[in-house]
């Protein structure tokens, strides 16, 4: 059976004060006993990753904690733009060890920070084209994931891809999602389109990316005439 999924946006700013209030609020203890927790390659994401849940990497060692760069953010702007493996670990390393959270970087499984991850080339390439792929990888990879539970720390554009869902979006924040929102998804019946998520909690509708949305960062969407993109909004699609 395909897990269910909850999504996480990283905090951003002041990372103990919102990841103190994301480790308070998640319903750690519904989670099941077969749990994977997954982060983009960020450093944002894998701080948040290891402050929302450190109580859960420190107690649980059968929960494994991966690495995934084609969660990583849509944009080639530097602050999207990661670190090679060898330097990444060589930071949170020195991150963890001020922290004191109680474990290392053996805790995380690197084996998907290829070289190249961080190229914004290829697969990680700003392109609307590449990005929905990707997207929609990362979705048949969750689909079939032996776990009962995946957690997935990400990034705020990243994430309407993913649950293909641009309800709520803000275009002056660049997403939908709250700093350390998390939301609980399962999955809608398989199409000829691939495999969708389902958010759970409430009646609403998904709604589809407007024009213009991201055509300041992404290669591959059209430009509306007059429109600025960080003043687009969409509503919430509840019923």
Known sequence: MAPTIYVVRHAQGHHNVNCTNLSNTFPKSSLPTSLTIMAS?????????CLGFGDVLKTRPD???ILVPFAQEIANQPCDIGYPQAELKQKIAAWLDQENLGFGIERMDWSLVEDGWNSKAGPYAATLEAVNARAAALRATLYAHPSEAVVLVTHGAFLHFFTADWASFDGSKGTGYENCEFRKFTWEAENGDGYHLKELGGA?????????VYAHVLEGIEMVEGQNPRQIKVSNGKI
């Open 41 to 49: 390659p960020l450093i944002r994401t894998i701080q948040t990753a």
């Open 63 to 65: 929960v494994k904690f």
């Open 204 to 212: 609403k509708i998904k709604m589809g990316r407007p024009p213009g």
